[in-house]
């Protein structure tokens, strides 16, 4: 397998997304391996989560030293944050993490889907959310702190938001919003 650390931005063909689709089926076995013998699994990595965002989104892979983790074809920066728990999530923000745009990656590991959130923001606007009842983003940023958000709560639940696409693993396939998206999303709520 070549190792793209080497490279500036990757673009997502379909030869490797179907290569990360492999990698999550092992990354899943493990994951549920270390569950069953511990208090928690193994964070989603972001050699798997990013490459799907890019693929669904058509995005560039940055693998380089540029700012964020993809480019838009607009240039824009973004931002993923993704999360292998569907019903709650935490990530963490580096103090001087900047982009344009931020994206949510919410994986089912149970149906093998991504539900993937453009929340439409950026670092900007993202510092002026409550990092508590007394901070914000931006004040603990600012202290040198990582403030740690629940993305599912702030913006997925806050704004009763609907996934933008939706990938189905197994498959290598996406739904955008469409007729066929929606028939999806229905089949998906009646199994949950």
């Not at 030869?15 to 990354?27: G, L």
């Not at 923000?93 to 931020?102: A, E, H, M, S, Y």
């Not at 901070?135 to 702030?154: M, V």
Request: aromatic content about 14%; proline content about 4%.
């Amino acid at each position: 397998m070549p190792i793209y650390n080497e490279f500036g931005r990757i673009k997502i063909d379909a030869a490797r997304i179907d290569e990360t689709c492999n990698a999550y089926f092992k990354w899943k076995d493990l994951n549920t391996y270390i569950s069953n013998n511990s208090h928690r699994g193994i964070n989603m990595p972001d050699a798997i989560s990013e490459p799907m965002g890019c693929y669904c989104l058509g995005y560039e892979w940055n693998r380089g030293d540029e700012v964020g983790d993809a480019t838009a074809p607009d240039g824009r920066k973004i931002e993923f944050k993704a999360t292998s728990r569907f019903e709650g999530d935490l990530s963490s923000f580096g103090p001087k993490c900047q982009f344009d745009d931020l994206v949510f990656l919410r994986f089912d590991l149970d149906n093998n889907l991504l539900y993937i959130y453009d929340l439409q923001v950026n670092s900007e606007e993202f510092g002026k959310y409550p990092a508590n009842s007394r901070e914000t983003i931006q004040d603990q940023k600012n202290q040198g702190r990582r403030p740690h958000i629940s993305l599912q709560t702030l913006f997925v639940e806050a704004k009763k938001l609907e996934p933008d696409i939706i990938f189905d693993i197994r498959k290598c396939q996406f739904y955008r919003r469409t007729e066929e998206y929606y028939k999806r999303l229905l089949e998906l709520k009646k199994t949950q």
